[in-house]
């Protein structure tokens, strides 16, 4: 028997009301979201920060999608279904459930409730709490799709930049779980960290060039691109010939595709999707504790803005989260 819930007229919600600094960022009641067709409605127990929403906060990101103000940003959220979908589904009221919103828009998850559709929801892994799963969906599916695109597998040699964070430290251990060798790049406080996750060498971009001692690299994984350092481009140097890389930050190079056919190299850029089915075979991997999450901080939702400014920094190891309730 599906547990019924009576649900508020307004919800609070962690909005702006123009793009700007993170004090743009304040709390305010706002309608529940309306559900249509295969969207099930969610109570937001904790919701996943990542560089996006700073991004689309500080008019650049995807800020262009926004149709009104006030605006609710985020896209991870972790909760409990309390509405079915009109369509049939497995979902139903009472279940704990994980996943992303709408990209490339905004997905609404930094409020009380969020309404997504069916096909990007899954199951929370038991094993996790709200907060750890909150912190999955947009990092993971973003270094699944990445690592299976780099052909991560036995005897591929692979390096990943900022192994450390939120996409990256997901990516080394999926590489180690297909298979591959990885290298991982992280300043000196996470190297440690970088070798307890599974990389099997780290390189320290504080007090070396990467491309001196890593090379004939099968796939290079590119959380950075050209925002710091020339990383994307000196990348193409640690390929082997034909060797692929593929990128995160897609705006960061521009000419990426072009340097690296110069260069006999070969690159992609790379942009996640909610999938539930991927989710689906993470969870397995999370419930078996074959591949762990980091959560480096927990936030109130209404202390946002100190969480954007932390995120803006760029030097999150693992994830930051909002807890919504509870
Ligand atoms: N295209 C897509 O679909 C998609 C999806 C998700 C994310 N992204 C983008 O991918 C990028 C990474 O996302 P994220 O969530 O993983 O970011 P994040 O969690 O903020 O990354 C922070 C990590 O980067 C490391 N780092 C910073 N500078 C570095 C450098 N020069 N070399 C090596 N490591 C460095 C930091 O380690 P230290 O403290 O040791 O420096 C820190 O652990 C962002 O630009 C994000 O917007 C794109």
Known sequence: MATEYELPETMRALVIDETGAPEVLHLADRPLPRQISDEVLIKVVAAGLNPIDAKTRSGKGVSAAIESYPAILGNDFSGVVVRAAFEASPLQPGDAVYGMGRVPRTGGSFAEYVSVSSMSVAHKPARLSHAEAAAVPVAALTAWGMVKLAGAAPGQRLLVHAGSGGVGHFAVQFARVLGAHVTATGSTRNLD?????????????????????????????DLIGNVHDNTGTRSLAALRPGGLLVNAPTGSWPTMAADAAAAGRRATGFKVSPDARALDEISALLDAGTVRVHVDAVYELEDGAAAHRLIEQGHTRGKIVLRVAG
């Open 193 to 221: 960290f970088l070798r307890g996750i599974g990389a099997d060498e780290v390189v320290d971009y504080t007090t070396t060039r990467f491309e001196d001692v890593a090379h004939d690299l099968d796939s290079v994984i």
